[in-house]
């Protein structure tokens, strides 16, 4: 069993949709990044949060330490926001980061 | 300011060959990661640099070694090169080395073995 597991593995949305990834995690972290790597490989970071919830724009992350669980949601998609979208949770030791397998999202027009 | 960046971007090389890959960090940034991209594997963290220590070391063979300088630029090393070591190899830098701190990722280098 991974220490981070993303669901869905593939998603395909229509534009204006309302998109939730969930991600669990099974180490003792301090905080969780989400990022977002567009073809050609280029990893963006989108939020870390360690509680609560974070919002940029029309994309929300919200984590629940007790219940080891976090959830990107994404309002009003959009195709540009096809990307694949990983969760990462570095060890308490510091810097190591094990990721989350990735949601491949397709927001089609 | 300047995000990081990695050189070369893309690199063709040979079994056998080694292979030298250089990230520089943002600048004030002290602490730099190193994760090898597989379709196969996924993301995998190789090591990680704080202050010219290398401060944890994922799960490679020796044949992948790495350095920080005193500038905080960091080189990554692979030696004698095996067909699975074609990857994107990205590199992170943060402020200091504590886990809740963000890290920012360079664009990567994508590394072929033939």
């Given amino acids: 069993k991974n220490e981070v597991e993303q669901s869905p593995q593939n998603l395909t949305a229509q534009e ?23 073809p050609g490989g280029g990893i963006v970071s989108l939020f870390m949060l360690s509680s609560g919830k974070k ?19 994404i309002t009003a998609s959009h195709p540009r926001d096809s990307a694949v979208y990983i969760c990462a949770a570095p060890l308490p030791q510091g ?9 491949e999202l397709s927001v089609k027009p | 300011k300047a995000g990081v960046t990695q050189t ?18 943002i600048s004030g940034h002290r ?15 190789l090591f990680e640099y704080f202050s010219e220590t290398q401060r944890n070391k994922g799960n490679f063979p020796g044949r992948f070694s ?5 500038n905080s630029r960091s080189e990554m ?3 004698t090169l095996e067909l699975g070591d074609s990857a994107l190899y990205l590199c992170a830098s943060s402020l200091v080395a504590e886990s809740y701190n963000e890290q920012f990722f360079g664009p990567g ?5 033939l």
């Fill in chain 1, 55 to 73: 919002k940029h724009g029309r994309l929300i992350a919200t984590i629940n330490i007790q219940e080891k669980h976090s959830s990107l949601h």
């Fill in chain 2, 31 to 45: 602490s730099v990661s190193w994760y090898q991209q597989t379709p196969g594997q996924g993301l995998q963290f």
């Fill in chain 1, 95 to 103: 810097g190591k980061l094990i990721f989350g397998q990735g949601t």
């Fill in chain 2, 8 to 25: 070369p971007r893309y690199l063709i090389k040979t079994r056998g060959q080694q292979v030298t890959l250089s990230c520089s960090p």
């Fill in chain 1, 16 to 38: 204006g949709e309302f998109i939730t990834i969930n991600c669990s995690y099974s180490v003792g972290i301090s905080a969780l990044h989400w990022l977002q790597q567009h």
């Fill in chain 2, 77 to 79: 090393n692979v030696s």
């Fill in chain 2, 109 to 113: 280098t994508r590394l072929t073995v």
């Fill in chain 2, 66 to 70: 790495g350095r920080q300088f005193s």
